[in-house]
C-alpha cells in the first residue's frame, strides 16, 4: 500500500484521503489530485486518464500489528 506523503497538483492540500494520480506522469515528478480537483482534471490536466489510489493506511493504527508481532514472538 502506497502511504508515502503527497499533496494535490491541484490544490496543494497534503494527504487527502482519496487520491487520483496520473497514469501518464509517473516516476520523479508524479501528478496527484484530490477528490475535489478530480472534478476539474479535463482543465487542470487534460488528455491524461487518472487512476484512484485508496489510502487504506492513513489514520489506521500501525502499532496495532507491531503489538500482533511481539505477541507471537513472546
Ligand atoms: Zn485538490
Ligand atoms: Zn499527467
Known amino acids: 500500500m502506497l502511504i508515502a506523503p503527497w499533496f494535490c ?3 496543494g492540500r497534503q494527504n487527502g484521503i482519496t487520491r487520483y ?3 501518464h506522469c509517473r516516476g520523479l515528478n508524479t501528478y496527484d489530485l484530490c477528490d475535489q ?3 476539474h482534471a479535463p482543465t ?5 486518464r487518472f487512476q484512484l489510489i ?8 500501525t ?10 514472538l513472546y
Do not use: S
Open 9 to 11: 497538483d491541484g490544490c
Open 37 to 39: 480537483c478530480i472534478l
Open 44 to 48: 487542470l490536466h487534460p488528455h491524461h
Open 54 to 61: 485508496q489510502q487504506a493506511g492513513v489514520g489506521t493504527p
Open 63 to 72: 502499532n496495532w500489528v507491531g503489538r500482533e508481532q511481539r505477541a507471537v
Open 21 to 23: 494520480q496520473c497514469q
